[in-house]
């Protein structure tokens, strides 16, 4: 059996091990230290913007603790991108408030602006005004920043921008998660860059930065003994694993480039297939760091070929390829609340498919990959 193609798996860049090593020599296994600032201040700097970044051990931490920021309780109702991956939505769950799910547009697959008004609408209506709106940048694609910025600020209701996937994505020469009121980033080990395991939350003010690492560190009040006067969380972020993320952060426009580069190749390998259409950004707007390259097949043009078969053709040569989310309001826990909106992320998970997007493919792999695809449409 060839050796396995991977939808995306970590790509060292090679200074990793020199920031971890001076974690061991200067005894700083914790999770705080020299590592983390420094990561903190590597993303400060590459978001251009006037940003506060503070570091946790996941993205899901980071969604947890914004939603909490923005003054979310039990009850309350906030409104999800329905077409993203279940870790947006679970913390709503944490807290005991509401999910209400929306459907997307067609562009950019994520949330659908009159979707999301009209869900506002009513549920302001039904006497329940949602405390918060996330919505994700998928697969690095952004979403239709200007409009659904629009629509929140009309109704004054804050975004957590779920930047998980959107790390050296922008929108208008703009970096993602520098939108929305809080930004979530992730370093999972299949992210754009990993620390093995980790995430951030993005803050415009220190006050709100600190207010997170804070509740991060188990919420310890100024006092010589453990005092607390809130409920804390065990969220902070490892000075190994943020050694590690120093030295992605080296490559990561590199990455980006690679991961570009594997859509460009599938642009120029689907322009000769009809019924499939590559996932794209709508125009000069958007630019996606293409974390993962997706593609839809019309059901009309592919003489009964799916996706799902296309998925188990590239099993059997050991390339692996993944079907789209599953909408969070057809996943059995969320199935019994609000939903918003048309087919469209339904249709999208019918027809989807993500494909092998590393940013350390090479050419041999590219061109397994391109035997393997043109063999099953011919
Ligand atoms: C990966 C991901 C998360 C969660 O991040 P973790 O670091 O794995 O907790 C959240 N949202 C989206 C869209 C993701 O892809």
Redo the contacts with the bound molecule.
């Keep these: 059996m060839q050796n396995k193609i991977w939808l995306s798996s970590p790509h060292m860049g090679g200074n990793e091990q020199k920031f971890v090593k001076e974690a061991f020599d200067t005894n700083w296994i914790a999770p705080l230290g020299p590592n983390v600032e420094g990561f903190e201040r590597d993303i400060q700097s590459y978001l251009q913007q006037d940003v506060y970044v503070g570091a946790l051990n996941?993205?899901?931490?980071a969604?947890h603790l914004g939603l909490i920021l923005l003054g979310v309780k039990a009850g309350d109702e906030v409104i999800c991108q329905s077409m993203?991956?279940s870790?947006?939505a679970n913390p709503i769950r944490y807290l005991g408030a509401t999910p209400v799910f929306i459907d997307s547009e067609k562009e950019t697959w994520n949330l659908c602006p009159i979707a999301l008004e009209e869900a506002i609408k009513d549920r302001i209506a039904k006497g329940n005004k949602p405390k918060a709106i996330i919505a994700?940048h998928?697969y690095g694609m952004p979403y239709q920043v200007g409009s659904i910025h629009a629509v929140a600020d009309q109704y004054e209701i804050p975004v957590l921008e779920?930047s998980?996937?959107a790390l050296g994505s922008a929108y208008k020469g703009n970096k993602c998660g520098t939108f929305g009121a809080i930004g979530?980033l992730?370093?999972?080990g299949n992210?754009i860059i990993t620390t093995s395991?980790?995430?951030a939350l993005v803050a415009h003010s220190k006050e709100r930065k600190d207010k997170a690492v804070f509740l991060s560190t188990q919420a310890r009040d100024a006092a010589p003994h453990y005092q607390h006067s809130e409920i804390g969380y065990n969220y902070r972020m490892s000075n190994i694993c943020a050694g590690i993320g120093r030295g992605q952060m080296e490559v990561l426009d590199q990455h980006v480039g690679y991961r570009r580069a594997m859509n460009a190749f599938y642009k120029q390998l689907f322009a000769t297939i009809p019924a499939v259409t590559l996932f794209e950004e709508p125009n000069g707007d958007y630019h996606s760091n293409h974390w993962l390259s997706a593609i839809t097949i019309d059901p009309e043009k592919a003489n009964g070929k799916t996706a799902e078969q296309l998925r188990l053709h590239l099993e059997k040569t050991n390339i692996e390829s993944r079907p789209l989310w599953k909408p969070m309001h057809l996943q059995p826990v969320f199935a019994s609340f609000p939903y918003y909106g048309g087919t469209t992320a339904e249709k999208l998970f019918e027809n989807g498919l993500c494909l092998p997007s590393g940013s350390n493919l090479n050419q041999d792999d590219r061109n397994r990959i391109k035997e393997a695809i043109q063999q099953f449409f011919s």
């Excluded at 996941?58 to 931490?61: D, L, P, R, W």
């Design positions: 996941s993205g899901t931490a969604i993203t991956f870790a947006s994700v998928l779920d998980a996937d979530v992730s370093f999972n992210k395991g980790g995430g």
